[in-house]
């Protein structure tokens, strides 16, 4: 079981909006603004796309954003594309028993 | 440009220990903390550990500790992940992944991944 939980799955339509939630503790999403995005399509290798809950790198799509409410961060895509079509990873700092822990995943399919 | 460079793919049987490695191309790499993720066939991320090869201050997930080596040369930029008795259960895929930040909380860049397998 994954320190944090995040649904296994959402869908949305091209053109829609979908949001994907995070829901940690107050040792990790809850405590601390160290909450990342990584973006993983099939075969390939995990890609940063939020970090700091809401900022993001350079090269990033703005259609990606993020947020935080109390020990529950969200990743918000707009604007949905085939190409958002992988699956996504939230992590945390975690400041009891280990140093990061990642959610579990959730597979992002475009209808 | 940063790049990690990791090691190829692995067949191991049981028992049989394992070094595999991480370059660190393109940037400081005594200067930034790096580290690896577990990916079993099928699942999600796994936080293994960090090292700063600067000091060798190490951590590791409770999960992992004991069960494997994280260590570093600063002279060739390299980071290493090592077991001393692999299990059926060590299958996996193995990413390196530097870390942006002096706090250890974001992977800017990552490795292309070490496919190790274990069967006899």
């Known amino acids: 079981q994954s320190a944090l939980t995040q649904p296994a799955s959402v869908s949305g339509s091209p053109g829609q909006s979908i949001t994907i939630s995070c829901t940690g503790t107050s040792y990790d999403v809850g405590g601390y603004k160290y909450v990342s995005w990584y973006q993983q399509h099939p075969g390939k290798v995990p890609r940063l796309i939020i970090y700091g809950v809401s900022d993001r790198p350079s090269g990033v799509s703005n259609r990606f954003s993020g947020s935080k409410s109390g020990n529950t961060a969200f990743l918000t895509i707009s604007g949905l594309q085939a190409a958002d079509e992988a699956d996504y990873y939230c992590s945390s700092y975690r400041n009891r028993d280990t140093h990061l822990v990642f959610g579990g995943g959730t597979k992002v399919t475009v209808l | 440009e940063v790049q990690l460079v990791q090691s190829g793919a692995e067949v191991k049987q049981p028992g049989e220990s394992l070094k595999i490695s991480c370059q660190g191309l393109?940037?400081?790499?005594?200067?930034?903390?790096i580290g690896w993720v577990r990916q079993r066939p099928g699942k999600g991320l796994e936080w293994m550990g960090i090292i700063y090869p600067a000091d060798r201050d190490t951590r590791y997930d409770p999960s992992f500790q004991g069960r494997v080596t994280i260590s570093a040369d600063r002279s060739i930029s390299t980071a290493y992940l090592q077991w001393s008795r692999l299990e059926a259960s060590d299958i996996a895929m193995y990413y390196c992944a530097r870390y942006r930040d002096i706090v250890p909380t974001t992977m800017d860049y990552w490795g292309q991944g070490a496919l190790v397998t274990v069967s006899s």
């Open positions: 393109g940037y400081d790499f005594a200067t930034y903390w």
